[in-house]
């Protein structure tokens, strides 16, 4: 979703916002693809926390805080591939 900016937990699941504020959708689960989303690089790409950290802070979530930092941790270079 290139469009997202925000992902925020609320009393019934998740609720994503666009760039300009706007309200995506809510959501009863958040399925990620892959680490962007919650690893700090990013904030280099992006600027402002990542979006599931953001989401830790605003609503804590023991399991989810523990698995965002250990992925922190994890060292990544951005790759592209294509496919033929």
Known sequence: MDDMLAAFRFEFGWRLY???SSCLGEYD???VAGS?????RW???FG?????????EAEPDAKLKESLE???G????PVTTTLM
């Open 29 to 31: 689960w958040l399925a």
């Open 36 to 40: 962007g989303v919650a690893h700090p």
């Open 70 to 72: 250990a992925l922190a």
């Open 18 to 20: 666009a760039k300009d």
């Open 48 to 56: 402002g926390p990542p979006p599931l950290v953001a989401a830790v």
């Open 43 to 45: 904030s280099k790409a």
């Open 74 to 77: 994890i060292d990544s270079n």
